[in-house]
């Protein structure tokens, strides 16, 4: 009696603490946690009863003792039932995730049968043999359906015999076996009631091993990270695939109307229509960008890529291009640099010049009169340069309460005033982010109603006693004389041969298209010698990527070739060198760049 008194104080005991930890906890309300609150309740309500069983015998009433032995009973095998429709969850899991709408029949006619069972133990005699000890045929029914339960479990364990290894196999496990060796145990030493004991051990290690709300909670925040990034690798695929599709009638668009505009017969009506078609075709590609960028970002895929450059030259274009986007508005541009910064820096020229030009933008399209001031100055120390870069404008102001939530990505402000005013609420989300990218800060100051100044410090690096070429200090060489010069453009797209080869004779050039890899292979077999080739990369049946590979096959094959491409997702250009092209154009094709092209692959 007494060493069963302690296994029970014992289990009681670590089953309380377990139910207090268990329950104060947040839960997932799933199968295997619900099944896991019940076996808790039921086996704490076990050990109370067998406690009650001592309590009984003492007080000699026969009829209580029959009452509580039978409940004791009910309890047993209620609990191995609970167990058993955990054994079947945890089994079938991987199966089939609609499980339980599957065995909808089958949890239902186990659950009539675990009432007609506690029923029948309840009918059938019992007798008290020695101390807690019970006999008679309510016990044999009970051992009975014990058995079914057990046996039941260990074809569940058959059926999974390869993924036993999996912890959350390991209850079930351990239940089998222990409930055999206790079985043993029992017909010893019938006096040693170890079951209570044995159920306290299990919720002990099914808590520890998958029962656990913390655990638990991390394998659902893992699975649903997963999902989230399988999500996000979606919506980054389908940014891509949507950054190509509009990239490709953007292209027609901007290059016809490049096209109409130089055309010296035009009407000054006509000239101001087609300005302003190129201006809302840059306006589409700087959200498209701006969409992309952002996605970009946020599937960590942005990197920074720093390269030796002058500081002089990005301000220098950063004044130009504000001074187009303040156009007729009486807004005075002052500007200030420093003049000690060093002619040369180290970092990412490309997205530094993004964020100012970020800034300027929104001083301009946020100012209606007044001023705008770009001023750079620097503190420098060793070989680091710290750029501390403030715009400042005499525009609307943003009110202090919206402050916080400025750099959150599609936030505009003032909506009914800002109506005409383009934006899509991601140019100071994506700034802020680059900022930090470059472990740089970016802080804001306002008076609604009187203007702004946003303040950038950035570090980069000194290098000195370095020279730099001329593209990158900014001198765009003017395209000599390459006239008469061959080049082959392929293309799917019969409205981006046509733009690209109005934009090729206008330097005089001898231009050549097809509309496959396979034609252009075959132009080559006939002989035909080209000075460039302009490669489309997403054609169908064979890609440029593959074409070129063909090509190159040919030892006799040495004509540069430039992946002409509307795919302007991040890393492309890197992609596409690493496949063998000489260089990279994107679409819409940009005429500065089109003349660093043709200027360094014609001019040698
Ligand atoms: P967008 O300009 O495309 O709307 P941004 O992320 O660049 O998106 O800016 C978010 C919002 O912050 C803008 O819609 C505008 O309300 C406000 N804002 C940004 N810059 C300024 C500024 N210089 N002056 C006043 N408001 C500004």
Not at 25 to 35: D, G, L
Not at 402 to 407: G, N
Request: aromatic letters at 10%.
């Amino acid at each position: 009696m007494n060493s069963t008194l302690y296994f029970s104080i014992s289990s009681l005991i670590y089953t309380i603490v377990i139910a207090i930890i268990f329950f104060r906890k947040e839960k997932i309300n799933n199968t295997e946690n619900r099944i896991f609150q019940k076996s808790i309740v039921i086996s704490i309500v076990s050990v109370v009863i067998e406690l009650l069983i001592i309590l009984a015998i003492k007080l000699e009433n026969e009829l209580l003792l029959h009452i509580i032995l039978k409940s004791f009973n009910v309890c047993i095998f209620s609990w191995i039932a609970l167990f058993g429709t955990y054994a079947f969850v945890v089994s079938h899991k991987e199966s089939s995730v609609d499980y339980r709408k599957k065995y909808k029949i089958l949890y239902l006619v186990y659950r009539i049968l675990w009432i007609i069972v506690a029923i029948v133990i309840c009918c059938l005699p019992i007798y008290l043999y020695q101390d807690l000890y019970s006999y008679g045929p309510s016990c044999e029914f009970l051992y009975m359906c014990c058995f079914a339960l057990m046996a039941m479990m260990i074809i569940f364990l058959l059926q999974n015999l390869r993924n036993l290894l999996n912890k959350r196999y390991y209850p079930v496990i351990l239940f089998v076996i222990l409930m055999v060796i206790i079985g043993i145990i029992q017909k010893c030493f019938p006096e040693v009631l170890l079951v209570n004991w044995l159920f306290g051990f299990i919720i002990l290690v099914m808590y520890f091993t998958i029962e656990n709300p913390d655990l638990k909670m991390i394998e659902q925040l893992n699975i649903a990270k997963g999902q989230a990034e399988k999500a996000n690798a979606a919506k980054t695929d389908f940014l891509s695939n949507m950054s190509h599709e509009i990239r490709t009638p953007l292209n027609a668009i901007v290059g016809f109307s490049q096209s109409l505009g130089d055309n010296e017969s035009l009407s000054d009506e006509a000239k101001e229509q087609v300005k302003d078609i190129l201006a809302a075709s840059d306006n589409l590609l700087e959200i498209v960008n701006g969409i992309l960028d952002i996605s970009k970002i946020e599937a960590n895929k942005l990197e920074i890529v720093n390269k030796e450059y002058s500081f002089k030259k990005i301000f220098n274009e950063l004044v130009i291009l504000t001074k187009s986007r303040i156009g007729e508005k009486p807004i005075e541009l002052r500007t200030s640099m420093d003049p000690t910064i060093p002619p040369v820096l180290y970092g990412d020229y490309v997205r530094l010049k993004q964020i100012i030009l970020n800034l300027l933008t929104n001083a301009a399209k946020y100012t209606k009169e007044g001023y705008i001031e770009l001023k750079v100055s620097s503190v420098q120390k060793d070989d680091i340069c710290r750029l501390i870069i403030s715009v400042e404008d005499t525009g609307i102001g943003i009110a202090k309460e919206k402050i916080d939530k400025l750099f959150t990505k599609f936030e505009r402000f003032d909506l009914e005033e800002n109506i005409t005013i383009e934006g899509t609420g991601l140019g100071l989300a994506i700034t802020k982010k680059l900022v930090e990218l470059m472990n740089g800060r970016i802080v804001v100051q306002s008076d609604y109603g009187f203007g702004s100044k946003f303040t950038v410090a950035i570090d980069q690096k000194i290098m000195a006693g370095v020279i730099l070429e001329d593209s990158k200090t900014g001198v765009i060489p003017q395209v000599g004389n390459i006239a008469g010069k061959k080049v082959l453009v392929v293309d799917d797209n019969a409205l981006n041969l046509k733009v690209a080869s109005m934009l090729l004779k206008k330097y005089s050039l001898e231009v050549d298209t097809v509309s496959s890899g396979f034609e252009c292979i075959e132009k080559w077999k006939q002989g035909n010698c080209y000075d460039l080739i302009l490669m489309d990369d997403m054609m169908p049946k064979m890609s440029g990527g593959e074409t070129l590979k063909q090509l190159k096959q040919d030892p006799a094959f040495q004509t540069p070739v430039v992946a002409l491409t509307a795919n302007a997702i991040s890393g492309m250009r890197e992609k596409y060198l690493s496949e063998g092209f000489d260089d990279y154009l994107a679409k819409p094709i940009d005429r500065t760049e089109l003349d660093r092209v043709l200027e360094h692959y014609l001019k040698k």
